[in-house]
């Protein structure tokens, strides 16, 4: 294990040379030619409607309505799956799960993770002159090579997977609530299915645990230090940043907040909705400090929200899946109903992208991928085909379309992982099969396969309530055009390079600071 050794401290020695330079560079971010810094942050299980520009309701993200404000906002941004990991290997690829090989998360004891043929945004402005950082949620692999520091990412500080993936001292808020982590010989109690008691969350910076289990009440303190660090310093370097954030909010456990904090009976999943617009609030007004007019900052969200977890869950507004809905299950994550899919997004530039400006443009997390490469100017890369689209054009206020098409892919409710069985064409949304996600009450839609798909429009129906009436004129004009793009994409990825994770489970790869001890503790914990 020398090689790995050396390997670490090379990767460690690297980046401390992009962090503390000998020379300061005196770099401006306002001269002409260039490259732009990139700042892409990534909520959580955060629904369409928790974010209040979108949703009157809500009233928990004023540093988020003021970068709305102040930059463009997309109502009709969507994640490229309804689940954490393919949707994070399509935001670093621009490529869909059927093509990159993530069609479902990745565990605890995963051996694989983002196939290695494929190339990530980190690795390609890493070769065009970036510092490359990421700071929290990776689930993409963390065993081997498929950990961030060997995959693009000159610096690493986070949690591997999700942070309901291991067992705490600070369980916070869960629907069931988990256990803490066992201490000295005492078994856990009250173990419910989906927690780990036998594992505590680590905490990785670069290849090294620094602290397992985490601390959950102070982890989003954390997550702003490093992340305003790595922008403020990588500013001096001379050199171009990215800078990729994978958010702990607003999925579970929520941490946990003292009931002194914060106004008279906040219930906890607005108080984390608090917590995460603070931090990114941190991170703002760091960007506009060190980088303002040279900083393009991205925010959005993975999937929505986590039905299940009842009131630790979020809002997906007026996208409520009604035909689902009545049937049984939810219609929010894992789903490819509107709440499992349509996420908050915003565009942030001064100069460069409109003010208070909102699109209806049809857009999609992949498009993250392409589009930051153009604004870079980094090629593609060779060799593959990609479903994102750059929309730089439309960031600017220069067009007022992105897609035509979108295909969401199964994630988990119903159908095969990964496969494409629901349609967006233009205002229209096609289902080959629908399913309900496990909702608060406990139940679960039936999967259903539909031979004609039901067809809704969206324009006129952002409930998903009626499916247009298959006799019907409408219905007959849409259906082969549907029928015509799916089996368009399906030819197109026939004819790809396409990979394949691998999903293989080994016990020998969970991540663990001491083996000697209960839970893996460090013994600084």
């Known amino acids: 294990m020398a090689w790995l050794s050396l390997k670490v401290w090379l990767v460690g020695l690297s980046f401390l040379g992009c962090l503390y330079p000998l020379v300061d560079f005196s770099f401006n971010g306002e001269t002409r030619g260039q490259k732009p810094n990139f700042v892409i942050i990534l909520a959580d299980d955060m629904g369409w409607g928790d974010l209040g520009a979108n949703w009157a309701g809500t009233k928990d993200t004023a540093n988020l309505d003021r970068m709305a404000a102040e930059g463009t906002r997309f109502v009709d941004f969507h994640a490229a799956a309804s689940t954490c990991s393919p949707s994070r290997a399509a935001l670093l690829t621009g490529r869909l799960g059927l093509r990159n090989g993530v069609t479902h998360n990745f565990a605890v004891m995963s051996v694989g993770g983002l196939p290695l043929n494929e190339t990530t945004l980190a690795e390609v402005l890493r070769g065009a002159g970036y510092i490359t950082g990421m700071i929290g949620k990776w689930h993409l692999g963390h065993h081997g090579s498929h950990h961030p520091n060997f995959r693009g990412f000159d610096y690493y500080f986070g949690v591997p997977y999700s942070h309901d993936m291991g067992c705490t001292d600070t369980p916070g808020y869960n629907h069931p609530p988990c256990p803490a982590c066992p201490r000295g010989d005492r078994p856990s109690r009250n173990l419910e299915r989906d927690c780990y008691s036998d594992l505590a969350l680590p905490l990785y910076e670069n290849l090294n645990i620094v602290e397992q289990p985490v601390n959950l009440s102070a982890l989003a303190q954390k997550y702003a230090e490093k992340a305003t660090q790595f922008i403020q310093q990588a500013s001096t370097s001379g050199r171009p940043f990215l800078l990729y954030v994978g958010l702990a909010h607003m999925h579970v456990p929520l941490a946990g907040t003292p009931p002194s904090a914060g106004p008279r009976g906040r219930r906890p999943y607005s108080a984390g909705l608090r917590e995460m617009d603070h931090l990114v609030g941190r991170i ?242």
């Open 284 to 525: 703002k007004d760091t960007v506009d400090l060190v980088g303002k007019n040279n900083t393009f900052l991205w925010f959005t969200g993975d999937n929505g929200p986590w039905a299940q977890k009842c009131e630790l869950a979020g809002s997906v507004g007026p996208f409520t899946g009604s035909w689902q809905a009545r049937r049984g299950g939810s219609p929010a994550k894992q789903t490819t109903w509107e709440g499992g899919h349509r996420v908050p997004a915003l565009a942030y530039w001064p100069g460069r992208v409109p003010v208070n400006v909102t699109s209806a443009a049809l857009l999609s997390v992949l498009d993250i991928f392409p589009t930051v490469l153009a604004l870079a100017g980094a090629p593609l890369p060779q060799g593959r085909r990609f479903d994102g689209l750059d929309v730089s054009q439309v960031l600017f206020g220069w067009a007022q379309t992105g897609h035509r098409v979108l295909f969401h892919p199964n994630s988990g409710a119903a159908g095969e992982d990964g496969a494409l069985q629901t349609v967006r064409l233009e205002q229209y949304k096609a289902f080959y099969v629908t399913g309900g996600a496990r909702a608060c009450d406990g139940s679960v839609g039936p999967e259903r396969h539909h031979e004609r798909p039901l067809i809704f429009d969206l324009e006129a129906d952002l409930a998903e309530a009626a499916p247009l009436d298959r006799g019907g004129a409408e219905y007959r004009a849409v259906l082969p055009r549907v029928a015509a793009a799916l089996a368009g994409v399906l030819a197109d990825i026939a004819r790809d390079r396409v990979s394949r994770a691998d999903y293989s489970q080994d016990p020998s790869v969970r991540p663990c600071c001491d083996p000697r001890r209960p839970a893996c503790r460090c013994r600084a914990a």
